[in-house]
């Protein structure tokens, strides 16, 4: 089994390492992850500047390819330059924070996901539930099992990908798994106002507690209640449902 590895954390993250750690126990596992942190970056693709790529050990020992794109750009350049075989699935994370709602949108570890998606490849996201003391070990797990099912299965439907949320609890904590559709959620945003030492004024965008739209069979609830989250999304964003009333418009 030929694994393509991601992330959005960049390559010296905890996230991507642990995620490595599990999956080589299964297959062949390569890394091509940002040089650094490229979070809330969505779908971007590098197009007016080159991409450069160097080889990063960690632990004394050759760890992956670090490059200074996206992580859409990362599994573009996998597959289309740097892997000699195709990977039979395209995993991105893991994530620190969950990727919930419409920040799915924004998220580049879904992107990642999203264009392995694109390109044809089995692949899922998979992010843990926190930003402080994370501890991977059972999300690494899950996604070894989560890897193994899905190649069982023969793989995901056309332009399908898995977005995977993992509680940050005590394995003994976690209920089970839900199957689950995207939130209708986002963080409150808000502008925090700034000066800088020259006088001059900046914004820096932050957020606070989430908004649940408070339904059982949505992702954030899913989490909220110790349930690993899993969620089948797609790269088709047309809306079928509003086809027909389009079309009776008038122009």
Not at 1 to 6: G, V
Not at 134 to 157: Q, S
Not at 172 to 196: L, P, Y
Request: aromatic share 8%; with cysteine.
């Amino acid at each position: 089994m030929n694994i393509l590895l991601t992330n959005d954390d960049g390559i010296y993250s905890e996230g991507i390492r642990a995620l490595y750690k599990s999956l080589k126990e299964i297959g062949n596992v390569t890394i091509v992850a940002p040089d650094t942190e490229r979070s809330a970056v969505g779908h971007a693709i590098t197009l007016s500047d080159p991409l450069r790529v160097k080889s990063v050990n960690r632990e004394g020992k050759f760890f992956g390819y670090a490059t200074t794109g996206t992580p859409a750009d990362c599994v573009k350049l996998a597959i289309r330059a740097i892997l000699k075989k195709r990977p039979d699935i395209v995993i991105s994370g893991i994530n620190l924070g969950p990727n919930t709602g419409y920040s799915v949108l924004y998220s580049g570890t879904v992107s990642g996901a999203t264009e392995g998606a694109i390109l044809g490849i089995p692949s899922f996201a998979i992010s843990l539930a926190t930003f402080e003391n994370p501890n991977y070990t059972i999300a690494a797990d899950f996604a070894k099992k989560l890897t193994k099912t899905i190649l069982d299965n023969k793989g995901l439907p056309e332009g399908t990908l898995l977005n995977v949320n993992i509680p940050a609890v005590d394995k003994k904590h976690i209920k089970g798994i839900r199957i689950v559709r995207q939130s209708k959620t986002a963080i409150k945003e808000r502008f925090d106002k700034r000066e800088d030492p020259h006088k001059r004024i900046y914004y820096w965008l932050t957020g606070e507690a989430i908004e649940s739209d408070n339904q059982e069979d949505a992702d954030i609830e899913a989490i909220r209640n110790n349930y690993i989250s899993i969620t089948p999304i797609h790269c088709d964003m047309t809306n079928y449902n509003f086809i027909k009333k389009l079309q009776g418009w008038k122009f």
